[in-house]
């Protein structure tokens, strides 16, 4: 028996730190809205929730322009609120599993698809790069590695904000979704390559990974 899956993205804040007046999901990659380079990547599920708050229409009209099948969700509180809260909002009757990915990610499509592929619940991990990282510290068990706790000091990885787990064990949070989930640790970790977008630098240096093909 197969198991079902929901995707939750969630885009609902307003990107002060980017300094471009605009929502990350709005942002050009090459010609393309960053949500539709996600969305290119998830051609092959059906329950996509997407979670709006700030310039809520201009990303409605630019999904819309790309599937007309998502659902969308309103976080109203997404000046006061973090990425749980919309995540809490968005996995409402969900499928048995919940992908939660955050709006300001640039993934390589084979990486994103190795990562929800298969059953086990994980959270996605990279080296440190940015400039203000959550670390993931990690402990063997069982020839697999897993988070154990997140820090804003010392770890091996930086939390993506890439999460798959059964929606059953996932609880409601106003706050990050690190810090939602830290009561489901352990959990299998797994590197992903990406590119967060948080600010200009981080922007620019997506891009130029884009067009050097991932690289």
């Not at 709005?26 to 539709?36: A, Y």
């Not at 380079?37 to 409605?60: T, W």
């Not at 999904?63 to 809490?88: P, Q």
């Not at 904000?161 to 949070?173: A, D, H, T, V």
């Amino acid at each position: 028996m197969s198991i079902s899956k929901t995707i939750v993205i969630n885009c609902a804040g307003m990107g002060t730190r980017l300094g471009l007046n605009k929502n990350k999901a709005l942002i050009d990659i090459d010609g393309k809205h960053l949500i539709i380079r996600q969305l290119e990547c998830m051609d092959k599920f059906d329950d996509i929730r997407i979670v709006v708050g700030y310039q809520a229409k201009e990303v409605i009209d630019v999904v819309c322009s790309y599937r007309k099948d998502i659902t969308f969700v309103f976080n109203h509180k997404y000046i006061e609120t973090k990425t749980a809260a919309s995540l809490s909002l968005g996995k409402k009757h969900p499928n048995d599993m919940i992908i939660s990915v955050d709006g300001d990610l640039l993934f390589k499509p084979d990486e994103f698809e190795r990562f929800v592929l298969g059953d086990d619940e994980v959270i996605g991990v990279c080296l440190p790069y940015t400039n203000e990282p959550v670390y993931v510290k990690t402990e063997v068990f069982d020839n697999k590695e897993y988070a154990i706790s997140f820090s804003r000091n010392i770890g091996k990885y930086e939390w993506t904000g890439l999460l798959k787990i059964f929606s059953n064990k996932l609880e409601n949070g106003n706050n990050h979704v690190y810090k939602l989930i830290t009561p489901n640790l352990p959990l299998k970790v797994i590197p992903i390559n990406l590119k967060e977008i948080d600010n200009i630098n981080e922007y620019k240096e997506a891009l130029n990974w884009y067009r050097n093909g991932y690289k």
